[in-house]
Structures are given as C-alpha cells and as structure tokens.
C-alpha cells in the first residue's frame, strides 16, 4: 500500500501516518485524513474453509484422489438445515437433491471408485504419494473407457498395484490380492490391459526390494540383510535370477544368509511370512549352494562361530579362577 501525498495540504506536516487495514492516510499533527480508500497493491491473503484466517491465498491443492480434483462446489451442509425455517429448508434440501443429480455419470464413477481406491490404500498401508499416482491412473482408465465392462474393484486394485511398481513399493500381486480378497487372475489380467492401453511401461520388481520389509518381519538383524543383499548381488552376476520370481529369491537369500550369520529360521517360518511354498524355497536355496558354491561361506561362519563361542567359554572359565584364588 504506497501513497502519493508527501505531506499534509492544512498544516504542512510531513509526519503521515499509513493505515493499511482502513486504507487511509492521516496526518499525526492536524488529524486530517489526507486520502482513504487507497488500492493495495500486495499479496491477496484470503481462506474460504470458514475456519478462520490461515494466512492461505487459495483453498486447498487440487487432487487426482478427490473426484472433483477439490475443485468442487456444496450447497450448504447438512447440518445448516436445522437452522433454517420450513419453507427455506425444503427449498434447501430441493436444490442440495438437484444439485447431487445434475453429475455426469464418469463423476458418479469417480466418487464412488475413489473413495474404495482410499480404503484400499489404508489397508495395504500406501504412502499418500503412490495413493495420487494410483488416482491419476484410474482417472485416465476412466475417461478412456477402460473400466467399462470390469469389476470396479479390480480395476481400483490394478491401478495401485501400477502406481506400487512404478514407486519400487515391494508389494506382491499375491500380497495385494489376499488382502483385498480380490481373484488373483482377474486383477492380474486388468492390470496388464490398463498399462498396456495407457502405454505405461513397467520394470520388472526386484528381489532386493523384497529383503527390507521380510528381513523385518522375520526379526532379522541389519548383518543378515546386507548378507541376503550380497547373494542376491552374486546371483544376479551369475544371471541366475532371470526367469525367477522374486519373491522366492528375496526367500532364499534370506534363508541362506540366516545360516551364515547364525540367526537361523525354518524354511517353514518364512515361507508363511513371504507367501511362497517351502518348495520353491528349497529349489532356489539347492540353486544357489550348487551355482554360486556358497558351501564354503556357511562352513566358513560356522567355523568362526564356534571359534569365538569357545573362546568365550575359555575366557568365562579364566575368570571363574580368579575369582576362586581371590576367594581363598
């Protein structure tokens, strides 16, 4: 807010006084307001959520999550009815009826599938960032005519196991569909046609993606992760993770490397914490012994183990004596 005037035109002052919340200039000698109604020029701080004044110039960022990309328009709330007389509230609750009727019918698709893509997100705990990807991408299969002719559901549950893959979020199809109690071929099936129709191309998943979250699962210590990491880096050389699900290699390399770091777990353990057979398990782990010879390291950390637990033991006895000649 700038004024033009240098000084008063009554009493000559130049002492000017500027009130920005009126839009006045007065001069502090005489009081006489010299201009009022002055433009300003700055920054439009205004809030429109009725919450009260958070210096915000705008409402809230648009969203590919909310249907109306929270751009949308309400008339009124439900609970303004109460306070408004008969008459009004009919008319109220006529134009809140019309208004809800006059959506398109991809709105209505939008309103109900976004708001089972939240609660499915919620479930299969999806940072809020892969959540807006997941949205956007349904929202594009939407206006393209993708859905038409499938199961809601499997296409919501497609278009977030998309946005997992395109994020690195170690999240298995079979992971995914046991939670959402969703058909493991139908989901599979409408994932591949919308990222095949949307032109979105998918890398294929990682085993080393998989070692964090079942490491964590399993109690595993950080030693056993870098050691399940470091198979996986020897398997990979070896090109013998090509054609391999990664899933079972995650469950290999973990169970190897319980076996030379000590902290040992059945293959039955985690298997039911990975989600894959014990077979597969035992045909991965029988690979990777044979091709990669990784006899010789569990042999290796076995060896040293009972090296330091004997030297342990001696130390312990050391001590043990001691003690007794201290006694005596």
């Given at each position: 807010?700038v004024?033009?005037?240098?000084?008063?035109?009554?009493?000559?002052s130049?002492d000017?006084?500027?009130?920005?919340?009126?839009g006045e200039?007065?001069?502090?000698?005489?009081?006489?307001?010299?201009?009022?109604?002055?433009?300003?020029?700055?920054q439009?701080?205004?809030?429109?959520?009725?919450?009260?004044?958070?210096?915000?110039r705008?409402?809230?960022?648009?969203?590919?999550?909310?249907?109306?990309?929270?751009?949308?328009?309400?008339?009124?709330?439900?609970?303004?009815?109460?306070s408004?007389?008969v008459?009004?509230?009919?008319?109220?609750?006529?134009?809140?009826?019309w208004?809800?009727?006059?959506?398109?019918?991809?709105?209505?698709?939008?309103?109900?599938?976004?708001?089972?893509?939240?609660?499915?997100?919620?479930?299969?705990?999806?940072?809020?960032?892969?959540?807006?990807?997941?949205?956007?991408?349904?929202?594009m299969?939407?206006?393209?005519?993708?859905?038409?002719g499938?199961?809601?559901?499997?296409?919501?549950?497609?278009?977030?196991?998309?946005?997992?893959?395109?994020?690195?979020?170690?999240?298995?199809l079979?992971?995914?569909?046991?939670?959402?109690?969703?058909?493991?071929r139908?989901?599979g099936?409408?994932?591949?046609?919308?990222?095949?129709?949307?032109?979105?191309?998918?890398?294929?998943?990682?085993?080393?993606?998989?070692?964090?979250?079942f490491a964590?699962?399993?109690?595993?210590?950080?030693?056993?992760?870098?050691?399940?990491?470091?198979i996986?880096?020897?398997?990979?050389?070896?090109?013998?993770?090509?054609?391999?699900?990664?899933?079972?290699?995650a469950?290999?390399?973990?169970?190897?490397?319980s076996?030379?770091?000590?902290?040992?777990r059945?293959?039955?353990?985690?298997?039911?914490?990975?989600?894959?057979?014990?077979?597969?398990?035992?045909?991965?782990?029988?690979?990777?012994?044979?091709?990669?010879?990784?006899?010789?390291?569990?042999?290796?950390?076995?060896?040293?183990?009972?090296?330091?637990?004997?030297?342990l033991?001696?130390?312990?006895?050391?001590?043990?004596?001691?003690?007794?000649?201290i006694?005596?």
């Amino acid at each position: 807010m700038v004024s033009s005037v240098a000084s008063c035109p009554d009493c000559k002052s130049i002492d000017l006084v500027v009130d920005k919340r009126r839009g006045e200039v007065t001069c502090k000698s005489c009081g006489l307001i010299i201009e009022d109604n002055i433009i300003d020029g700055g920054q439009e701080w205004r809030e429109f959520s009725g919450e009260g004044q958070d210096g915000r110039r705008a409402g809230a960022p648009s969203s590919y999550a909310k249907h109306d990309m929270g751009t949308g328009t309400e008339v009124g709330s439900s609970s303004e009815v109460y306070s408004l007389s008969v008459q009004n509230r009919r008319k109220y609750l006529r134009l809140r009826k019309w208004h809800n009727r006059s959506s398109t019918s991809l709105e209505r698709n939008l309103k109900y599938a976004l708001a089972d893509l939240k609660r499915i997100s919620s479930l299969l705990k999806i940072p809020p960032a892969i959540e807006e990807e997941a949205a956007r991408i349904y929202r594009m299969a939407v206006e393209r005519g993708l859905v038409r002719g499938r199961s809601m559901e499997c296409v919501v549950v497609g278009a977030i196991y998309i946005a997992s893959r395109l994020f690195n979020l170690p999240r298995s199809l079979n992971e995914v569909c046991q939670l959402t109690n969703n058909n493991k071929r139908d989901v599979g099936k409408t994932y591949r046609f919308i990222a095949r129709e949307l032109g979105i191309r998918m890398l294929p998943s990682s085993a080393g993606d998989y070692i964090p979250k079942f490491a964590n699962r399993l109690g595993f210590s950080a030693e056993t992760q870098t050691q399940a990491q470091k198979i996986l880096e020897i398997a990979k050389d070896s090109e013998l993770t090509s054609g391999r699900g990664p899933t079972g290699l995650a469950a290999a390399a973990l169970y190897v490397a319980s076996l030379i770091t000590g902290e040992k777990r059945t293959q039955r353990e985690i298997a039911d914490v990975v989600g894959v057979t014990e077979v597969t398990i035992r045909n991965r782990y029988k690979e990777m012994i044979e091709k990669l010879d990784l006899d010789h390291l569990i042999n290796d950390a076995k060896e040293k183990r009972e090296a330091e637990r004997i030297a342990l033991g001696k130390a312990v006895d050391e001590e043990d004596d001691q003690e007794l000649r201290i006694q005596e």
